[in-house]
């Protein structure tokens, strides 16, 4: 059975994709110092292992695939929890005597994350084999979710740090948008989920869909559900303020010192 020359192409890439990410993380684990950090390496790892071997094997015996089931620390988080604000955000430039810090360790893994994520929905989007193109969806789903996961930490720790808009322009803006009218839901038999989208509405709380659940048909019913990140998960044992140690000059590289407290909304 041959696989078309699109979905060819896009495996072959995603392939290298993979092989550089898994190459890059057992640099970042020799290098690590935060045991949190450390920890999310050898899990996104082993996803990415899996992953990778999930699609070799296929294309070569296209024998059926086990979904990988999530292993990301990301499970009850709330709005409540994100640290939104700027709170004196460092700058950022290239330095002749680079190395790899925790901070900077982050956020190669977020980078490497996002761009998994982006690069596997385009590759699923180019491919006929149905099982092939399952394959390409259940690893942008794993990115995604281990690049939130990186992202928690990073927001926890103070090293990525979400900008804001003024709360009444933000409401002005958004709040333009209102529900479907009940005469275009009628026509299309839509059922109406009323005004609570985010309580008991919208597809963010369906079990089935929600790729961060072990029984989701992104990944296959069943597997091992990774324990809530939970308030506080990280900063428990890292601690505010872990990336002091990371200094250049007697300045903490990634505002460690900044990272005590709240940041204002």
Known sequence: MPFGAHESMETHEILMEKINCISHFNLYAQEVKNPQLMDMIVRHQQEEIRSYNEIVNYTHDYNGFSPIPPHTNIQGITPQQIRYGLHNPP???PQADARFYDGEIATAMLLCHKNGARNCSSAALECADPNLRM??????????NQAYEVFLFMNE?????????KDHTAKTLLHRYQPAGEALQAQYGVQDMGSGMGANGGYATNG????GSANSVLYGEG???????????YGASGGAGFYNQSLRGGQPVYGGANTQGSMPQ
Do not use: D, I, K
Not at 157 to 165: H, N
Not at 208 to 211: E, F, G, S, T
Not at 223 to 233: F, T
């Open 223 to 233: 597997g091992n559900g990774a324990q809530s990140y939970g308030a506080g998960a």
């Open 91 to 93: 700058e950022f430039a």
């Open 135 to 144: 394959l390409m969806m259940n690893s942008a789903a794993t990115c995604m």
């Open 208 to 211: 089935n869909l929600n790729a």
């Open 157 to 165: 720790q103070g090293l990525y740090q979400v900008p804001t808009l």
